[in-house]
Structure formats: C-alpha cells, structure tokens
C-alpha cells in the first residue's frame, strides 16, 4: 500500500522517491519547531499564573545575586536556585541546571551578569560582572545581547526575579545623610518612583544611624503586604529592638531609655540587615 502511495505521488509531482523527500521535510520541520518554540506573551503567562504565587520583583546587590549559583545550600543541604543576570535583568534559569549548573557547560555564569560574556559569546571570567560593558558593546554585540533577553525571556520563558543595581552606584548612597522626612517618601509604595535600573522602588528603614534599602530581598516583609510593612520608610530602631509593633515605639525612636538587653537586640538586627539580609546601606540617619 505505501508503494503504490509513493507511485501515485511520483506520477502526480514527477520526481521519483518524492514520498521520502515530503518526510524529511516533515521531520524537519517538526524538529525546528521542537527547539524553536514560538514566542510566548507576557499577558499569556500572566492569565496563567495564580497572582497569589507570583514573587513581587525585587532588586539584587551582586553578592546577593552570587548566592544563586545552584550549589548545595550549606545549611539545608538543598540545592539553590540558579539565577543570572543579562544586562541587568535578573532570570532564574533554574529550568536550565543541566546549562547554568553545577556541572554544566555555563556554570561560570550562574550568580553573576552576564550580558557582556553572552554578547562577545565569551567565557573568559573578565567580561563577567561587568553591567557597565553591556553600554560600551558595538552595534552587533548589542543586537546579540538583545537576542539572549529575548531568547530567555519569550522562548525559553526563564522568569524575571528583579534587577542587579552596580556596587559602584550603591556605593555613592552609603555616606549620604538622610533626613527623617525624606525617609518616609521610600516605602516601596505602588505610586513612588521607581529608579533608572531598579526593579522596584526603594524601602528605607532605618536602624540606629543606618539607612537600609530592604527592596533588596525584603519586599514581601516590608512592602505594601508584608507584615511589617508599617516599618517602611521609619526609624524602627525602638521598635525592633524591643519587638514591638506598639504604635508609640514608632512615634518614639529614642533608644536612650532602653535597657542594655533590648540595645543587644536592636544591634542584632543590623548585624542582621547588614550581614545576613544584606541590604545595602544607603545613607544615614540625620538624628
């Protein structure tokens, strides 16, 4: 019977063994659509996902974004998820372990940027980290960074965890004094603005003289719908230090009067934003 459909095939299209060529074009083309899956839209993925499981984004420091690598974690023995970052834009490629992993052929990228390495198709380490590079790249490299964020983001569908903010630029923040009114405009509140490069708009919170940014990791905790997110855009030092949600430990931020246990306690806290949290340090507090 498939001889005499290949005959009949041959006779109408004149080509003798055509049967055969039709099927390799049909192998071929399921293949390529097999690798190549088309574009998924963003409003797709949206409709598809229960609003109540997607992470708020968040902005990431590097060493915050290093931790990502996929390895074991120390304390739970569980494996981490993969991140990286391509000029700026944080994916979890934890789909991809086999590529970004441990073990794989691009694990020298997981927990860093990227853009550059991808752009010059690189794994030399020195164009690892480099955010600013992804604005000197020339006119092609450029187009091949703009290829791999579309590739991750509408072909492979990684998704997007936040942005990476530069050490240096976070570096000129630290020393800036800050003044107690100008705190409360950074509670990462839905109308505030966003800053070029950021995910999210900042969340100040203050700790003895220290001005800590928690959009870095801490937006479920003290965003908009976070439980604490009556501390954004406070001196809390009173209040955490006595762990205290009273109303008056915020209106009250004089640690003066605190007995030695609970200043053990408020210094635990920044030993925790600053070490354990690792929310950048972004100013201090005029008193």
């Known amino acids: 019977m498939l001889t005499e459909l290949a005959d009949r095939i ?6 003798r063994g055509s049967l055969g060529y039709i099927l390799i074009a049909i192998v071929a083309i399921l293949g390529h659509n097999w690798l190549n899956p088309p574009p998924v839209r963003l409003s797709e993925l949206s409709a598809e996902k229960d609003e109540d499981e997607t992470e708020p984004p968040r902005n990431f420091t590097q060493k915050q974004l290093a931790q990502f690598d996929g390895k074991d974690d120390e304390k739970t023995g569980e494996p981490k998820p993969v991140y990286l970052s391509v000029g700026g834009i944080v994916f979890d490629v934890s789909d991809g372990k086999n590529f970004y992993g441990p073990g794989g052929p691009y694990e020298a990228f997981a927990g860093h940027e990227c853009g550059v390495a991808l752009a010059k198709m690189s794994f030399d380490t020195e164009h690892l980290d480099d955010l600013a590079g992804c604005d000197k790249l020339n006119f092609g490299e450029k187009t091949e960074l703009e290829g791999w964020i579309e590739k ?4 492979r569908n990684y998704p997007i965890k ?11 923040l630290k020393e800036r004094i800050i003044h107690p009114k100008d705190l409360s405009k950074h509670k990462g509140e839905k109308d505030d603005e966003v800053p070029k490069g950021y995910a999210t708009a900042p969340i100040y919170v203050a700790l003895g003289t220290k001005v800590f940014d928690a959009s870095f990791g801490g937006v479920e905790h003290y965003g908009a719908k976070g439980g604490y997110s009556q501390f954004a855009g406070r001196d809390v030092s009173r209040a955490l230090a006595k762990m205290s949600f009273d109303p008056a430990d915020l209106e009250n931020t004089s640690i003066d009067d605190l007995e030695e246990k609970h200043k ?8 925790t934003f600053e070490e354990k949290k690792g929310y950048p340090v972004v100013g201090r507090l005029e008193k």
């Open 264 to 271: 053990k306690t408020l210094d635990d806290w920044i030993k």
């Open 10 to 15: 041959d006779s109408l299209i004149g080509v």
């Open 162 to 172: 936040g942005r990476l903010v530069p050490d240096e630029e976070l570096r000129t």
């Open 152 to 155: 991750f983001q509408y072909y």
